[in-house]
């Protein structure tokens, strides 16, 4: 809309009597819906997201008896385990994650996005991470 075209979070606009969507910045966005903090605060969930992914590979996983990474958040139980195909899965709670990855750090990554699609708006578990 202003012509910058160096967008870190880009805000997809829709309007029902047009066939196209418009890739615009935060402050475009706010223009375009005449809402100012409502595409400020998208995007200011989307940083921290991001943010707090990169930093769930460094938490402190613990390790089960039966040699299983695993994290406990508030009643939460988070467990990335090998199969019996050598690649690595997942679980939260009784749930198994839909698949497997080659690596342990790529399971752990996959669950970060289950578990945040699950549990973002619940402030307990992610005010302090």
Do not use: E, I, P, Q
């Given at each position: 809309m202003c012509g910058n075209e160096k967008i870190r979070y880009v805000h997809i606009m829709e309007h029902p009597d047009l066939d196209e969507h418009f890739d615009?910045?935060?402050v475009c966005a706010g223009?375009?819906?005449d809402d100012y903090e409502g595409p400020r605060r998208r995007e200011a969930r989307l940083r921290n997201r991001a943010a707090r992914r990169t930093r769930w590979l460094q938490r402190k996983w613990r390790?089960?008896?039966k040699g299983n990474?695993?994290?406990?958040?508030e009643g939460y139980n988070l467990v990335v385990y090998p199969t019996k195909t050598k690649r690595w899965g997942f679980k939260i709670?009784?749930?198994f994650g839909p698949r497997t990855y080659p690596t342990a750090n790529e399971?752990?990554?996959a669950l970060f996005d289950d578990f945040w699609?699950?549990?973002q708006?619940?402030?307990r578990l992610w005010s302090s991470d």
């Open positions: 615009v910045g935060c223009k375009m819906s390790v089960s008896a990474s695993f994290l406990n958040l709670g009784d749930r399971a752990k990554l699609a699950a549990t708006d619940d402030d």
